[in-house]
């Protein structure tokens, strides 16, 4: 199982950035900017942006061999020279080895520091939950539901992270996705099948409840306005004795 990491933001207050090349480091040119630098993993968080930072997401994924090196200001940078070291030279892995666990062992140990795995598709109106993750100091577990017999199959899986909503104070949901063109066909309409099924169960449970709510509040407006009249009535009757 392969995992990507992604973010979908980058602000000048963010540390660990990594840029491009070194000149782009030294002046923190932001539109060089491919991602942030994970030291404790060891791993970069690419920057979906659709420009730079997917171009060397799209160069790890066809296998092509980045250095990751970092000057005395502790910024990061992208080189091809090995000699480089300033503060330590890094060789990041757009991947890491991932286990399955069953979910008891999972919630047991891996629970405080996990997050959900979800799956959807364009022709789907929600998203679903399909499993769990956590990283651990050796790589990653996960574990999935059992009705989706996913525990055996080779997947990649996406980090969601908006780190760059924390310094706004906004809620930051961090979760994973189930890339979709790393399933198998097999696997993928199965899981399909299974899923678009909750989908329509879920959109007519949601129905049932509009329509339910939109009963009430139309309930509501008319006893609404019988008790009005009753008591206009009442007043009018009191006026006329």
């Given amino acids: 199982m392969k995992i990507e990491k992604e973010i979908s933001g980058i602000e000048p207050s963010h540390k660990s950035i990594v840029f491009a090349d070194k000149e782009s480091a030294q ?11 994970n030291q404790e993993r060891k791993s970069i968080l690419f920057l979906d942006d659709n420009s730079v930072g997917k171009k060397y997401q799209s160069l790890f994924r066809t296998g ?78 996960y574990t999935t539901r059992l009705d989706l017999n996913l525990e055996s199959e080779d997947f990649e899986i996406d980090i969601v992270d908006d780190a760059h909503l924390v310094e706004t104070g ?50 509501n407006v008319s006893y609404g306005i019988v008790d009005n009249k009753v008591t206009l009535e009442q007043l009018i009757a009191g006026g006329l004795r």
């Fill in 64 to 141: 092509f061999s980045l250095n990751v090196n970092a000057d005395a200001r502790g910024n990061y940078f992208i080189s091809n020279d090995n000699s480089i070291n300033e503060s330590g030279v890094f060789e990041p892995s757009e991947t890491e080895s991932m286990h399955y666990v069953t979910e008891s062992c999972y919630l047991k140990k891996h629970n405080d520091s996990g997050m959900e795995l979800y799956f959807n598709t364009d022709k789907m109106n929600y998203q679903h939950r399909v499993g769990l993750v956590a990283f651990t100091e050796t790589g990653g577990v």
């Fill in 170 to 219: 906004e809620l930051v949901d961090v979760h994973a996705e189930i890339v979709i063109d790393s399933l198998s066909e097999s696997v993928l309409k199965r899981l399909v099948e299974v899923l678009s099924l909750e989908d329509e169960l879920e959109s007519e449970s949601e129905k049932i409840t509009e329509t339910a709510s939109a009963t009430k509040n139309t309930t």
């Fill in 27 to 37: 002046k923190r040119d932001l539109n060089k900017v491919i991602g942030r630098f």
